[in-house]
């Protein structure tokens, strides 16, 4: 597929206050492990090739296994994950699919055993913030293959 435009050139504003929001969310103190399964689960939903080379490629480079990667998207019939990921992943496809779909009553309950107020909001931002990344990248047919991840500091 050929990229249709270069929206980071585009729009340099509004890619800014979304990488303000990247920023945040990136430092905001939950686990990275956390957060790139949650941007490469809500990137599998979505169908963002670009965003699923980016995130795979980062949870690599930070040592997440390839065997909890490979099955992501089977989540809930594997041993691999914890309470609190498996939590935030069903948070996150539900966050991410809320057309027609209301957040259950329980799964919010759930999710509060697992995390604090101030975790649950930081954990919806990062879900906010992938979709919009997704929300760019898919229409505009960025080209995956290419991200290369940035050394671990």
């Known amino acids: 597929m050929e990229q249709r435009l270069e929206y ?21 103190g939950l686990e990275h492990s956390l957060l790139e399964l949650v941007k490469t689960r809500a990137s599998q939903v979505n169908g963002c090739a670009y965003c699923l080379d980016m995130h795979t490629k980062d949870a690599r480079a930070a040592g997440e296994s390839e065997q909890r990667l490979y099955l992501l998207s089977a989540w809930r019939e594997t041993p691999f994950f ?14 991410t699919s809320l057309s027609g779909h209301p957040v259950d009553d ?48």
């Not at 990062?126 to 229409?139: D, E, K, S, T």
């Open 106 to 153: 329980s799964l919010y309950a759930e999710l509060r055993g697992h995390f604090s107020e101030k975790e649950l909001v930081d954990l919806t931002l990062a879900i906010v913030a992938i979709n919009g990344w997704n929300r760019l990248a898919i229409p505009f047919r960025a080209p995956a293959g290419s991200y290369r991840p940035h050394p671990a500091t």
């Open 8 to 28: 980071l050139k585009l729009a340099p504003q509004g890619i800014a206050a979304l990488r303000h929001l990247q920023d945040y969310v990136n430092g905001c």
């Open 82 to 95: 914890s309470p609190r990921e498996r939590a935030a992943l069903a948070w996150t496809e539900a966050v």
